[in-house]
């Protein structure tokens, strides 16, 4: 069951206003539905007053919809509202108000809600029989600092004739994919189901996108899962020299990550017995992390170890435990500034895991707990400062990151400086004229993706913004208009390529000061 709160646009309102009088307000009106344009019956629509959403205890006004769409309030009290519609299978709206004043009678109110859409299926095996419990995934692209990944909106598991329904989805486009479940039942003896994106096809930048329309029940789109000889892993669990022997027993596992550049496959899972030792059956082709932890004289240890597994059998492969990693380091800050090390706060972390340390007014901390995995390591807090250098020991280690997966830490020295750039002017349309509001300037690393050198700000209603604490270097500025995926221009280089000659170079040195005049893009301009 899906639904969503619809919060109405004053655009979609259309209502007709009696002349004003004193005493209580009437509201009439009728539920569309968008796609049809036909009344929707059943809708919960509520009145939800502007004034009141903070105070406790307070009842928002609420009616239903009969079978011509039709609701009425009576009694209201001038004031704002947001008005609300839910149903089933429908999805959410705008974000606008209502406002009614005393003897208010709004008659003719229309409120138009969209449906969710829906893709089914069927996923089948080469001689054309349904395959059970096959995850089906409704994916669409993020952009992170992994770069441009498929990540799942919704799902479904196919039943036993191999069919399958995603349903509650907004209009869009979408990429399917069939992933049977890792080590799961297997097709025949040593075989194994490989994970496809629709239309059938292994390597997920060959999907096709399905474009789904509002109120859309998408019917047909169906895989054939090939089949491929499993491969077996196997290996030991293994304590570091010179520790107790892991006492293994009860449900330990080492998990196994399938992954790729574009997305995550899923997770598989593996026994430890007695002496350490662990065997996956049935993985298919590709590339694995497999991670562990368990307790070793009452402390938890970790490991992690990346394989490609191919057509044949992997064996020996040890996972060596390593204890939690406790990393000594120094924060410094140069500059004239009157920011202290203790008002900052350091940081050590990867997309997934981390921590963090608050220094001590000469700059000293400890980041306590690691496990094994390559960290960004920075600083934040207050104050006009940027990044300028992060070292591990006696290595600059501010774009490689820290990396501990061999289980060693060291001195970690992160130098923050007060002496940036700055960067300011104004956005202008193709005539000359100020453009604010909706705008969004962005400020983009030439030859690195460092994601602390990445800035964004809006502009004001002369047209001007300005940046600070920018790292002397070389950039790219750009104004964009409502509706870029910042995201996108964050992280993917592509996304921003067709947009290279609407952009802007700048050279910011260290104290320097530029001053620079931007014409605004619009998204559609390099599509």
Request: aromatic residues 8%; hydrophobic residues 40%; charged residues 20%.
């Amino acid at each position: 069951m899906r639904f969503g709160p619809i919060v109405l646009c004053a655009g979609l309102l259309a209502a007709q206003t009696q002349p004003a009088a004193q005493g209580p307000c009437r509201v009439e009106g009728t539920v569309l539905n968008s796609v049809t344009g036909e009344p929707v019956p059943r809708v919960l629509v509520t009145l939800r007053s502007v004034q009141a959403a903070a105070a406790s205890g307070s009842a928002d006004p609420a009616a239903s919809t009969i079978h011509d769409g039709k609701f009425a309030f009576t009694g209201l009290v001038a004031g704002t509202y947001w008005v609300v519609a839910e149903r089933d299978n429908f999805q959410g709206g705008g974000s606008e108000t209502l406002t009614l004043r005393a003897g208010d009678q709004k008659t003719d109110l229309v409120v138009r809600i969209t449906p969710f859409s829906a893709i089914a299926g069927r996923v089948r095996n080469a001689e054309g029989d349904g395959i059970p419990g096959v995850q089906v995934n409704a994916m669409v692209y993020h952009y992170t600092a992994q770069g441009r990944r498929l990540e799942p909106q919704d799902n479904t598991v196919t039943n036993d004739l191999g069919e399958y329904r995603v349903y509650g989805l907004a209009a869009g486009k979408y990429f399917l994919r069939a992933a049977p479940a890792l080590g799961g039942l297997a097709p025949g003896p040593g075989e194994t189901y490989l994970t496809v994106y629709y239309p059938s096809v292994t390597d997920p930048s060959g999907a096709a996108a399905v474009d789904l329309r509002a109120g859309q029940d998408m019917r047909g789109v169906d895989f054939t899962l090939p089949r491929v000889r499993g491969a077996a892993v196997r290996g030991h669990v293994v304590a570091p020299p010179g520790s107790p022997a892991p006492s293994f027993g009860g449900k330990v596992f080492v998990l196994a990550a399938a992954t790729n550049a574009v997305t995550i496959d899923g997770v598989a899972r593996a026994n430890v017995d007695l002496e350490g030792r662990f065997e996956f059956q049935g993985l298919a082709p590709g590339a694995y992390t497999l991670t562990f932890q368990g307790g070793i004289g009452g402390k938890l240890y970790f490991a992690l170890r990346r394989i490609q597994v191919g057509a044949g059998d992997l064996e020996g492969i040890d996972l060596t435990l390593v204890p939690p990693v406790d990393v000594n380091g120094v924060l410094r800050i140069e500059g004239n500034t009157s920011v202290r090390p203790s008002q900052l706060r350091a940081f050590m972390e990867t997309p997934l895991m981390g921590n963090q340390a608050d220094p001590k007014d000469e700059g000293t901390f400890t980041i306590r707990s690691l496990q094994p995995e390559v960290y960004r390591a920075f600083a934040g807090g207050p104050g006009d400062l940027y990044l300028k250098s992060v070292r591990c020991g006696t290595a600059d280690v501010t774009e490689s990151g820290v990396d501990l997966t061999s289980g060693g830490g060291c001195e970690l020295a992160i130098t923050m400086s007060a002496n940036g750039g700055q960067i300011e002017g104004q956005v202008q349309d193709d005539k000359g004229q100020p453009v604010y509001g909706s705008v969004t300037v962005t400020l983009l690393a030439v030859g690195t993706r460092r994601d602390d050198l990445f800035k964004r700000t809006g502009a004001d209603l002369s047209g001007h913004f300005k940046m600070t604490a920018i790292a002397p270097g070389s950039y790219r500025l750009y104004a964009w208009e409502q509706g870029v995926d910042i995201n996108a221009v964050r992280y993917d280089p592509d996304y921003v390529k067709p947009f290279d000659g609407l952009g802007q170079s700048v050279q910011v040195s260290e104290g320097g000061r530029e001053n620079v005049s931007l014409k605004v893009i619009g998204v559609a301009a390099g599509q």
